[in-house]
């Protein structure tokens, strides 16, 4: 069935570093792809997102890169600081009403 | 901003009670989204409604229902509650269906004892 693979499941870095979280979608029909951030105890909330139009976007020090082709799209967080730490889920939607979702990756940065 | 409340953060409830998990946007969204959130397995969809009245199921819809009477209000009922439903519970709305992002609520968490 549907599924949106996400790698790391964790994640630790320094602070000023940069962070990578790659995603694999199996729908060929997703045309949309956000992704979403969650603090402790807070609700997600979305960050960035990039249609099946584009390759990249890029948002002060976010950005998102979208390979259609091989169905991989990614998350790009550079200068990373302490309020960076949350879980990021990817997410992919064919359109719909349908929105998969990735497990999630915990991003632990390091002061 | 979109604003989308759930009534409870933090409920405890019996094996076998009848559940009510309440959610109100005031972006008068159509579309509106029960999830459950559990670790390792992000966000899994239990029912969506994209009109009052209106309701389908999600991927994990077996002992959920849903309510929407008023375009507000999203409502998921736990008809008999089971431990395996201790959860976090979180709902959501959308302008459009379909490459539109979600708006979520604080969310709910659930134990069933």
């Known amino acids: 069935g549907e599924n949106v693979e996400q790698h790391p499941s964790t994640l630790s870095v320094q602070e000023g570093d940069s962070a990578v979280i790659k995603c694999t979608y199996s729908d060929s029909a997703s045309n949309y792809f956000p992704w979403y951030k969650q603090e402790l105890g807070k609700r997600p909330q979305l960050i960035i997102d990039?249609?099946?139009?584009?390759g990249e976007k890029k948002d002060q020090r976010i950005a998102v890169t979208l390979n259609k082709t091989a169905k991989h799209f990614s998350l790009h967080i550079t200068e990373t600081q302490p309020e960076d730490s949350a879980v990021y889920f990817c997410?992919?939607?064919?359109?719909?009403?349908?929105?998969?979702f990735g497990a999630g990756t915990r991003l632990f940065v390091k002061a | 901003d979109v604003k989308v409340t759930q009534s409870s953060r933090y409920l405890v409830k019996r094996t076998g009670e009848k559940v009510f998990l309440e959610c109100v946007q005031d972006m008068d969204h159509e579309n509106m989204f029960w999830y459950r959130q559990d670790p390792g397995l992000g966000l899994r969809l239990i029912y969506f409604s994209y009109d009052v009245k209106m309701k389908e199921k999600g991927d994990i819809p077996e002992g959920y229902s849903v309510s929407r009477e008023k375009k507000e209000r999203f409502s998921l009922i736990l008809e008999s509650a089971s431990t395996n439903q201790t959860s976090m519970y979180l709902c959501?709305?959308?302008?459009?269906?379909?490459?539109?992002?979600?708006?979520f609520g604080n969310g709910t968490r659930l134990t069933v004892t």
């Open positions: 997410a992919a939607s064919p359109g719909g009403f349908k929105t998969i």
């Open positions: 959501a709305s959308s302008l459009r269906t379909g490459g539109s992002p979600l708006h």
């Open positions: 990039i249609r099946s139009n584009v």
